[in-house]
């Protein structure tokens, strides 16, 4: 089994979890980076913008977007990789948040450009595990967007209910969304996808997870 690694003087605890200097860099990085891009992604006249091709768009407009797109999808992508790591420490891995900054480029280029595709990066770990044990790592980022896709609700509903618009809606709409669409797409039985590290593990937990997730996913995808 893989030594456990010593804290140095750049590391910060938070919550329980040690967290290095360049580890908090890099969830820091792949937070600003989603929300950059699904800015530019949300806001066609913001992408005219920058091309030199100015538009109607304010200032306040912009702000809005950005702070809705970091408290939805930002959040939604790095707390589902930090659930991974809570539950590898848990199993005594050392484990560690990476941001892939090539991924991140593409995916601001790509909101640029009026296409998405994220992969802000991954929480890597080493020492043995079981299959249940990778299993329950990969099930923990899904259960976790499902679980803030049922905060979110709560506002959705209630909005709904008062006819609310403006920023609170956008909130809790995007929020309700984006955490279902990624808990559906990761459960995906495919590739890396914790869908198919949960499947390898056990087809009934997959199949608890996984059916309510990507019916749920589609749902959010048509309606919402």
Same mark, same amino acid.
């Given at each position: 089994?893989?030594?456990?690694?010593?804290?140095?003087?750049?590391?910060?605890? +938070?919550?329980?979890?040690?967290?290095?200097?360049?580890?908090?860099?890099?969830?820091?990085?792949?937070?600003?980076?989603?929300?950059?891009?699904?800015?530019? @992604?949300?806001?066609?006249?913001?992408?005219?913008?920058?091309?030199?091709?100015?538009?109607?768009?304010?200032?306040?407009? +912009?702000?809005?977007?950005?702070?809705?797109?970091?408290?939805?999808?930002?959040?939604?992508?790095?707390?589902?990789?930090?659930?991974?790591?809570?539950?590898?420490?848990?199993?005594?891995?050392?484990?560690?948040?990476?941001?892939?900054?090539?991924?991140?480029?593409?995916?601001?280029?790509?909101?640029?450009?009026?296409?998405?595709?994220?992969?802000?990066?991954?929480?890597?770990?080493?020492?043995?595990?079981?299959?249940?044990?990778?299993?329950?790592?990969?099930?923990?980022?899904?259960?976790?967007?499902?679980?803030?896709?049922?905060? @979110?609700?709560?506002?959705?509903?209630?909005?709904?209910?008062?006819?609310?618009?403006?920023?609170?809606?956008?909130?809790?709409?995007?929020?309700?969304?984006?955490?279902?669409?990624?808990?559906?797409?990761?459960?995906?039985?495919?590739?890396?996808?914790?869908?198919?590290?949960?499947?390898?593990?056990?087809?009934?937990?997959?199949?608890?997870?996984?059916?309510?997730?990507?019916?749920?996913?589609?749902?959010?995808?048509?309606?919402?």
């Amino acid at each position: 089994m893989a030594g456990r690694r010593q804290r140095t003087t750049a590391d910060r605890t +938070i919550g329980g979890l040690s967290f290095s200097g360049r580890e908090l860099r890099d969830l820091l990085v792949a937070w600003l980076a989603l929300g950059l891009a699904f800015t530019f @992604f949300l806001e066609r006249q913001f992408r005219r913008i920058v091309f030199g091709q100015f538009g109607g768009l304010s200032g306040a407009e +912009i702000a809005s977007t950005f702070a809705v797109s970091l408290l939805t999808v930002g959040i939604g992508f790095l707390l589902h990789e930090l659930a991974h790591k809570v539950v590898a420490v848990r199993f005594g891995q050392i484990a560690a948040f990476k941001a892939d900054y090539k991924m991140l480029g593409f995916a601001v280029l790509g909101g640029l450009v009026g296409f998405l595709f994220a992969a802000p990066g991954a929480v890597v770990h080493r020492g043995r595990l079981t299959a249940k044990q990778h299993g329950l790592i990969a099930v923990a980022g899904p259960v976790t967007n499902l679980a803030l896709a049922a905060v @979110f609700l709560v506002p959705f509903v209630a909005a709904l209910l008062s006819s609310t618009s403006g920023f609170l809606w956008e909130v809790a709409r995007m929020g309700l969304q984006i955490n279902l669409l990624l808990a559906g797409f990761n459960m995906l039985p495919f590739g890396p996808l914790d869908g198919r590290t949960v499947r390898e593990w056990s087809t009934p937990v997959f199949l608890l997870v996984a059916v309510p997730s990507i019916l749920l996913a589609v749902g959010a995808l048509f309606v919402l």
